[in-house]
């Protein structure tokens, strides 16, 4: 019977996993397939510029060269494109003059890597113009030559490759805000997901419902990784783009949004293991449930205004009625156990209190004294 048990548990923790992961891969994949569609595009115009304008037989680093400097990045700058493709030039254009001046081998490519490197660090200080000169020269050297092409044919094709990318990234500008606006949503939803699952627990004093959310709370750790990282780009993006320098104080502000939030599913998630083992220990905890309910009300709020980009309102007066109510006494008067896990709320609501645009100080202040 145990082992039966155990066995359902287990896989009720894959099926939570795999669900998390599902919904993450459905997020990445509507938030790029309209970059990879363009990319490949892209790919496919340089291309046929490659065969059928110029002439080329196999214009094979043409697409390369596009589909390197676009990708499936929503960081399409015209810096940022320009570094890759001008790399790609670079590669291509040593490795045809090493090549068709000492022809190749071991040594050859050495030399053409570390000459197509230095050149790259001496024009940009980013590693990406560098890192793609060195790959691109070590496949001109390591490919044989096609027949019949010019000396630098190949190096006309990663121009036209490189040109074609720029001008996509020229003619699709790209709000730099909608991509973190939608992995913000979707990663406070999950915080969300997580408070409703361990509220439920408790009120049905449910050790397994309390499992089920502290798993969902690890499998969405990638999502707030990402929803971060995107951020930061972005600002980064907004600092140095002057179309997008107006956006810069919301993409900022999202920065350390992902922070707070990246710290409450972390309380989220201590709060759960300890939940659990309140629940299997006989306590019972309704108004914590409750509380818990009304916090993840309060981060649906917050998902929709980060998803849209307007003010949290909503969320901030329901997150201050939460707080002012989280009186471990008055909660679980007697019972320590509990009083812990209204300890570990208070924390989580201060850090949501903040993601709401309150002052620190006043987010500590709308708690009950101790």
Known sequence: ?????????????????????????????????????????????????????????????????????????????????????????????????????????????????????????????????TTQAGVQAIVIVGLPSIPGAGPFSRWVDALIGGGVALAVALLTPTDPRRHPRRLARAAAEELAGVLQGVSRGLARRSGDDIGAALLTGRASQPALDEWRSAASSAAELARLAPAHRRHRPELERMV????????????????????????????????????????????????????????????????????ASLDPHALAPGDWQVQSLVLLLRSLVVDLLEAADVPPAEARDALPEL
């Open 1 to 129: 019977m145990g082992a039966a048990a155990s066995s359902l548990r287990g896989s009720a923790a894959v099926r939570v996993l795999v669900a998390s992961r599902v919904r993450a891969g459905r997020a990445r994949v509507r938030a790029s397939w309209a970059f990879v569609l363009q990319a490949s595009v892209a790919a496919g115009v340089a291309y046929a510029i490659g065969r059928y304008v110029f002439g080329h037989e196999l214009p094979f680093f043409a697409p390369v060269s596009a589909w390197i400097a676009l990708g499936f990045s929503r960081d399409r700058s015209v810096r940022r494109v320009a570094e890759l493709a001008a790399g790609v030039a670079i590669g291509v254009a040593a490795g045809d003059l090493v090549v068709h001046v000492i022809g190749s081998g071991a040594w050859q490519m050495a030399l053409v890597l570390f000459l197509s490197a230095l050149l790259g660090r001496f024009l940009d200080a980013g590693p990406m113009l």
């Open 256 to 323: 350390l949004t992902a922070v707070l939030l990246d710290r409450a599913m972390r309380n989220a998630r201590v709060l759960a293991r300890r939940a659990r083992r309140t629940v299997a220990d006989g306590h019972d905890a309704p108004a914590l449930a409750d509380a818990l309910a009304s916090t993840a009300g309060a981060v649906e709020e917050l998902a929709d205004a980060l998803g849209t980009g307007a003010p949290p309102r909503a969320a901030r007066e329901r997150l201050l009625t939460v707080a």
